[in-house]
């Protein structure tokens, strides 16, 4: 399996525009989480799903951010209006199965920049 | 409030010796406790995890404790290496809710050649 797979890696936009982060989880896996990492901040917890659903979206900062996943292999996350304090690296991961049970497996990240 | 600390500042060690990582934790009370690195650049990986009723678990190099009394889990890199520079996140569930962690900020390990 190639992993979780994210996409972009890189993101540079401007204040009020819209962003859109992509994941893939690893095949099979029924658990999907966003994280968001910064220096002063470390690794936070912005929204998981379990088949699909949002289980918890507490850490979601506000209602400029929507995540979704329409099916089992893909979800996104959106900013809009993006603001300059949203730059940070967002992380994708997922986890389930047996063998995975309560291990979180990480994409590579997107590093997202909003001047 | 809920609170997970790790060693705020970087470790800095010589290749050989001993590393040893702490992750002490306030109003949880978890049912496992993992450790995980992360390389500059990438997404954490995971490396143990130990359960509440574990009192050490070992993987090659790697030891991990957890004190559920003192709240505190240590991490310990024997040999340590150059290789072995990263920055380690200690992370616990979230009891009640089914495989939802919550990360420390991380250590950063410097091992010198």
């Known amino acids: 399996d190639a992993g979780v797979i994210q996409s972009p890696r890189h993101e540079v936009t401007e204040m009020g525009q819209e962003v859109t982060l992509r994941c893939k989880p690893i095949s099979g896996h029924d658990y999907l989480f966003w994280y968001r990492q910064t220096m002063m901040r470390g690794l936070e917890l912005l929204i998981y799903?379990?088949?699909?659903?949002?289980?918890?979206d507490s850490g979601m900062p506000e209602d400029r951010f929507s995540a979704k996943m329409p099916n089992a292999s893909f979800s996104t996350l959106k900013i809009q209006p993006s603001e300059p304090r949203d730059s940070a690296v967002y992380f994708c991961a997922s986890t389930g199965g047996e063998l995975a049970k309560n291990i979180q497996y990480f994409g590579a990240g997107t590093r997202l920049s909003v001047l | 409030s809920q609170k997970i600390e790790q060693n705020s500042e970087a470790l800095n060690i010589q290749e050989g010796k001993t590393a040893t990582l702490t992750c002490n934790y306030t109003n949880y009370s978890p049912a496992y406790l993992q450790w995980y690195r992360q390389d500059p650049g990438r997404g954490p990986v995971f490396l143990l995890l130990?359960?509440?009723?574990?009192k050490e678990k070992r993987k090659e190099r790697l030891k991990v404790t957890f004190d559920t009394t003192l709240k505190q889990s240590l991490f310990h890199i024997t040999a340590s290496q150059p290789a072995d520079s990263a920055t380690y996140l200690c992370a616990l569930d979230e009891r009640g809710a089914t495989n939802k962690l919550i990360f420390g900020t991380g250590t950063l390990l410097a091992v010198q050649p």
């Open positions: 130990i359960r509440e009723n574990e």
């Open positions: 799903f379990n088949n699909n659903v949002p289980i918890d």
